[in-house]
C-alpha cells in the first residue's frame, strides 16, 4: 500500500485467520475499505461473514494476521438488540456521554422515528426496532459501520425502504461500511465494491461500476448478479427467473 492509499483507508487486513477446532474458518483473508467506501460481503452460510465482522469489531480476537480498524466502529446485527427496560431515545444515546440527547433526537428523526422517542421497544414493529439500532450505530459518528444482515429479517417491502434509507445515510455521513448479506440484489443496489467470501478468503473482491440509481433491469446489474451468483455456487438452473427472494434462497 502506498503512503497515500494508507491514509486514506479505513480498514486493512492482512492474512486474516481464525481457527474453530480443526477448521480454519478465515484463512487468509485480505481486505481494504477505503474512508466513506460501501463494501458488501456475499457468502454462503458458515463461510464466516460473521466471524470477520466480529473481529472488526473487536467482539472476538484472531488466530494470525493483522487488522486495522479505526477506532469508532459499531455494529448492527440481524436482530435489534435494544434494551427492553429503556425507552426508546435512551436506546439511541445509551453509549453516549450524559446530556447528548439532542443528538438522539436527531438521529431518530434521521430514521423518521423522532415521535418514538418516549415509546418501548417492545411496542415498535421489526422495521422500527432495525431503524433505532440504526440511530444508535449513527449517532456515534462511526468511522467504521459493519452490518450484519440487518435486513434479513424483514419484509420485503420494508427491506427496500431500509436499504433506501442506509443509502441515504451513509452517503450523507460517509463512514466506511462492510454491509454482510445473503442477498445479491441488495449488494448490488447499495455497494461500491462487493465481495465473495469463500474457504476462508475473497474470492471476489470488484468495484460496481453498474450507474447509479440501480436498475436490476440494467444489462450490467444483471451480468454482475449472475457472476455473483455463480462465484456463490448457485448453479445458473437455479437462477433463471430474477427475484429478490429467489437470490436469498439461492444462496443459503
Ligand atoms: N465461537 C465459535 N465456536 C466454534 N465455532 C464457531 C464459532 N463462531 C463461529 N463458528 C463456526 O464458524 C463458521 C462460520 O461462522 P459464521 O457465523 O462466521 O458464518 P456466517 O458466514 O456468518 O454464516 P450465516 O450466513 O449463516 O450467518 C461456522 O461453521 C460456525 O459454526
Ligand atoms: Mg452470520
Same mark, same amino acid.
Given at each position: 500500500?502506498?503512503?497515500?492509499?494508507?491514509?486514506?483507508?479505513?480498514?486493512?487486513?492482512?492474512?486474516?485467520?481464525?481457527?474453530?477446532?480443526?477448521?480454519?474458518?478465515?484463512?487468509?483473508?485480505?481486505?481494504?475499505?477505503?474512508?466513506?467506501? $460501501?463494501?458488501?460481503?456475499?457468502? /454462503?452460510?458458515?463461510?464466516?461473514?460473521?466471524?470477520?465482522?466480529?473481529?472488526?469489531?473487536?467482539?472476538?480476537?484472531?488466530?494470525?494476521?493483522?487488522?486495522?480498524?479505526?477506532?469508532?466502529?459499531?455494529?448492527? $446485527?440481524?436482530?435489534?438488540?435494544?434494551?427492553?427496560?429503556?425507552?426508546?431515545?435512551?436506546?439511541?444515546?445509551?453509549?453516549?456521554?450524559?446530556?447528548?440527547?439532542?443528538?438522539?433526537?436527531? /438521529?431518530?428523526?434521521?430514521?423518521?422515528?423522532?415521535?418514538?422517542?418516549?415509546?418501548?421497544?417492545?411496542?415498535?414493529?421489526?422495521?422500527?426496532?432495525?431503524?433505532?439500532?440504526?440511530?444508535?450505530?449513527?449517532?456515534?459518528?462511526?468511522?467504521?459501520?459493519?452490518?450484519?444482515?440487518? $435486513?434479513?429479517?424483514?419484509?420485503?417491502?420494508?427491506?427496500?425502504?431500509?436499504?433506501?434509507?442506509?443509502?441515504?445515510?451513509?452517503?450523507?455521513?460517509?463512514?466506511?461500511?462492510?454491509?454482510?448479506?445473503?442477498?445479491?440484489?441488495?449488494?448490488?443496489?447499495?455497494?461500491?465494491?462487493?465481495?465473495?467470501?469463500?474457504?476462508?478468503?475473497?474470492?471476489?473482491?470488484?468495484?460496481?461500476?453498474?450507474?447509479?440509481?440501480?436498475?436490476?433491469?440494467?444489462?450490467? $446489474? /444483471?451480468?454482475?448478479?449472475?457472476?455473483?451468483?455463480?462465484?456463490?455456487?448457485?448453479?445458473?438452473?437455479?437462477?433463471?427467473?430474477?427475484?429478490?427472494?429467489?437470490?436469498?434462497?439461492?444462496?443459503?
Amino acid at each position: 500500500m502506498t503512503e497515500n492509499a494508507h491514509r486514506q483507508a479505513a480498514v486493512r487486513v492482512r492474512g486474516l485467520r481464525r481457527v474453530f477446532g480443526a477448521r480454519a474458518v478465515l484463512d487468509g483473508l485480505e481486505l481494504d475499505i477505503a474512508r466513506g467506501e $460501501f463494501v458488501a460481503l456475499l457468502g /454462503a452460510s458458515g463461510s464466516g461473514k460473521t466471524t470477520l465482522l466480529r473481529i472488526l469489531g473487536a467482539l472476538d480476537g484472531a488466530d494470525g494476521g493483522e487488522v486495522l480498524v479505526p477506532e469508532a466502529r459499531t455494529i448492527v $446485527f440481524q436482530e435489534p438488540r435494544l434494551v427492553p427496560s429503556k425507552k426508546v431515545l435512551a436506546n439511541v444515546t445509551v453509549a453516549l456521554p450524559r446530556g447528548r440527547r439532542d443528538d438522539g433526537l436527531r /438521529a431518530l428523526a434521521e430514521v423518521g422515528l423522532e415521535r418514538h422517542a418516549d415509546a418501548w421497544p417492545a411496542t415498535l414493529s421489526g422495521g422500527e426496532a432495525q431503524r433505532v439500532a440504526l440511530a444508535r450505530a449513527l449517532v456515534r459518528e462511526p468511522e467504521l459501520l459493519l452490518l450484519d444482515e440487518p $435486513f434479513a429479517a424483514l419484509d420485503a417491502l420494508t427491506r427496500l425502504k431500509m436499504q433506501d434509507l442506509v443509502d441515504e445515510l451513509c452517503r450523507k455521513h460517509r463512514p466506511a461500511v462492510l454491509l454482510v448479506t445473503h442477498d445479491v440484489e441488495e449488494a448490488v443496489r447499495l455497494a461500491d465494491r462487493v465481495a465473495v467470501l469463500r474457504d476462508g478468503r475473497l474470492v471476489t473482491d470488484e468495484k460496481v461500476t453498474v450507474a447509479r440509481p440501480r436498475d436490476p433491469g440494467d444489462p450490467a $446489474f /444483471a451480468a454482475l448478479r449472475r457472476r455473483l451468483l455463480d462465484d456463490l455456487g448457485v448453479p445458473a438452473a437455479s437462477h433463471p427467473v430474477k427475484t429478490p427472494e429467489l437470490d436469498r434462497v439461492g444462496v443459503i
